[in-house]
């Protein structure tokens, strides 16, 4: 069994959405241990005041999620909060012999990720009336996306090693395999993809506290090429909600991932390689 919890306040103004991105999100962790949801209880914490049709299409976002995921909503809990907060428990199952974790990686595997980064940034400027609706319209889309596909994808080719990108940054889940697998993991900026938006607005000094944190907690564990821009350096640390997939393969697999994910029509992006040593490198 996988078990698992995440809840937080909103991201996205549309209840809706964020019933929907809030689910994706909590889970993703079941996916990236390569399990299934099985079934999931809500948390949520809601105003006295908040209008009742505004609840339902929290807990209608959420519950449309789950069923997609091939799981049951089965209760949950609610409490009075000044501050909406919304998430799931979530009750998964994998095959133990089966289970994918953090550790594994070996020198020479190829890295790949599945979603875009961004969404810290893009969420942040939405917040501050900054966003366009095109580029906060793609974030929403890039969150309420399950990974439960790509999952499956990146074990029938060969996976030794996955997790998921959230709020510790690609940089910081990136140090977590580096640390579980005894490898270093070398990241190419220039490969990395990102939301349109994403840069522009961290070039414009939008970014999230929680980037700052990442950037505090990875010193002396993470090192960056000179040349990669300030704005990019903000968006490899930024917290992602909802990310994507990062995954390890045998070097001689790589092309099978990217043809069995362009066949699906899911999306898998070469953004470097494991290597002997430790830590996190990020070269330009």
Do not use: C, W
Request: proline share 4%; hydrophobic share 45%.
């Amino acid at each position: 069994m996988v078990i698992t919890t995440d809840f937080f306040a909103p991201l996205v103004d549309d209840p809706y959405a964020y019933g929907a991105i809030a689910a994706a999100n909590a889970m993703s962790d079941v996916y990236a241990m390569g399990g299934e949801v099985v079934l999931a209880l809500n948390i949520a914490a809601f105003p006295d005041d908040l209008p009742a049709e505004t609840v339902a299409s929290i807990l209608r976002g959420g519950a449309d999620k789950v069923v997609e995921a091939g799981g049951i909503v089965a209760g949950g809990h609610t409490i009075i909060d000044a501050e909406p907060k919304f998430g799931l428990s979530v009750l998964g199952l994998v095959h133990p012999r089966r289970v994918l974790t953090k550790a594994g990686a070996r020198p020479g595997d190829v890295l790949f990720l599945t979603k875009a980064l961004g969404t810290g940034i893009i969420t942040t400027a939405a917040k501050q009336d900054e966003a366009a609706p095109e580029h906060l319209a793609a974030a929403i889309e890039s969150m309420t996306r399950l990974n439960r596909h790509a999952s499956h994808l990146a074990r029938e080719a060969g996976a030794r090693s996955l997790t998921d990108v959230t709020g510790y940054s690609l940089l910081g889940h990136g140090y977590e395999m580096t640390a579980a697998g005894g490898v270093a993991l070398r990241f190419e900026a220039s490969r990395v993809p990102l939301l349109v938006g994403a840069l522009e607005y961290a070039s414009r000094g939008i970014v999230t506290g929680g980037a700052e944190r990442n950037r505090k907690y990875l010193a002396g564990k993470v090192r960056l090429a000179t040349g990669i821009s300030a704005a990019m350096e903000h968006v490899l640390f930024d917290p992602q909600t909802s990310g994507g997939l990062l995954f390890a393969v045998p070097r001689e697999r790589a092309g099978e991932v990217e043809s069995r994910f362009a066949a699906a029509g899911e999306t898998a992006s070469r953004v470097g390689e494991a290597a002997e040593g430790d830590g996190v490198e990020v070269v330009a």
